[in-house]
């Protein structure tokens, strides 16, 4: 048998060593670190109203641009362009959200009960709303706290009588107190709850004109 000469012997070696540790690495991307998930506030101790004694209205699901349907915290940085905060998202998509923090906020109305509606219910009152902006916009810059804004048209009609009974759009604003996504998170559901308080007070003054 012809002599292996022990260079070629330790070649041989330091390539089974390579194939080993190539086996054991991984040849995927490191997974990305799971994005920070944000919710809109919620009351801890909503009001109960009895229905025999409130306007019963059926809050339909907001209408929205594809940009402001999703669960993006979105961002603009001139008042025209968007982008979607990095590593980080609402836990439900904006109209879903919206339409919440306005339910809860008429649970706290003694003359208006806003419901979701559900089957076949049967309630007098449907109110639409229309999403138009739902961002917080850097109009200073984008080295400065920027400033969230939400623009909502609403719609409400008369169910039985198909008849159009208001018309309103509300924008309100909250500067965020830095360029944190949590700040910017606070300052939205501040402009949030300011334009839900502010459909409230609109939906009772129309209503009472109507009663």
């Not at 999703?70 to 609402?90: E, F, H, K, M």
Request: net charge positive; glycine share 4%; charged share 20%.
């Amino acid at each position: 048998m012809r002599n292996i000469k022990p260079n070629f012997l330790g070649i041989m070696a330091v390539f089974v060593t390579v194939l080993s540790v190539s086996a054991c690495t991984s040849i995927l991307p490191k997974p990305k670190p799971a994005p920070t998930i944000y919710r809109l506030s919620i009351p801890v101790n909503a009001s109960t109203v009895s229905l025999k004694n409130s306007t019963v209205v059926n809050i339909e699901l907001p209408q929205a641009p594809r940009a402001l349907s999703g669960t993006d915290i979105v961002l603009s940085p001139n008042g025209r362009r968007l982008t979607a905060a990095a590593s980080a998202s609402w836990a439900e998509p904006v109209p879903s959200q919206v339409r919440q923090v306005l339910v809860d906020v008429l649970a706290a109305n003694k003359r208006i009960t806003g419901v979701i509606p559900k089957g076949g219910t049967r309630v007098p009152y449907r109110l639409n709303m229309q999403i138009r902006r739902f961002e917080a916009e850097f109009d200073n810059g984008i080295d400065v706290a920027p400033n969230a804004i939400v623009h909502i048209n609403v719609t409400l009609t008369h169910v039985k009588f198909r008849r159009l009974v208001g018309v309103y759009s509300i924008r309100t604003n909250a500067r965020a107190s830095s360029k944190t996504v949590s700040s910017i998170v606070e300052a939205q559901d501040k402009a949030t709850r300011e334009a839900m308080n502010d459909i409230s007070s609109w939906l009772n003054g129309v209503l009472d004109d109507k009663n």
